[in-house]
Nanobody
Framework: QVYLEESGGGLVQAGGSLRLSCTAS????????VAWFRQAPGKEREFVAA????????TFSADSVKGRFTISRDNLNTVYLQMSSLKPEDTAVYYC??????????????WGQGTQLTVSS
């Protein structure tokens, strides 16, 4: 069993930056792919970014966040999402997930509870 906890959300002005963290417990996940998803009110959960596990931590990101969001990970159990040039349309609950593949949320087994990001205009 893997437990994920997101942190770092909050209220930020448009153009600002914020870093989200996803910390895992229960199992070392450095070999697992970890993805970030987000869900805005009334919308479906959508892929944001993902990073593969060791030894090849390739990264992937949605077109909507390319050049603004960067995903990274430490050597053990934390994955980060550095967000910059934030826009009001980035407002959503952000979730991290692991033990999965590709970009569909149905492919991922373990999920955190989410952290709210609100970007004011």
């Amino acid at each position: 069993q893997v437990y994920l906890e997101e942190s770092g959300g909050g209220l930020v002005q448009a153009g600002g930056s914020l870093r989200l963290s996803c910390t895992a417990s229960g199992r070392v996940i450095n070999g697992y792919r970890v993805a970030w998803f987000r869900q805005a009110p009334g919308k479906e959960r959508e892929f944001v970014a993902a990073i593969n596990g060791a030894p090849t931590p390739d990264t992937f990101s949605a077109d909507s966040v390319k050049g603004r969001f960067t995903i990274s990970r430490d050597n053990l159990n934390t994955v980060y999402l550095q967000m910059s040039s934030l826009k009001p349309e980035d407002t959503a609950v952000y979730y991290c997930a692991t033990s999965g593949w590709a970009t569909s949320p149905i492919n991922y087994t373990y999920w955190g509870q989410g952290t709210q990001l609100t970007v004011s205009s």
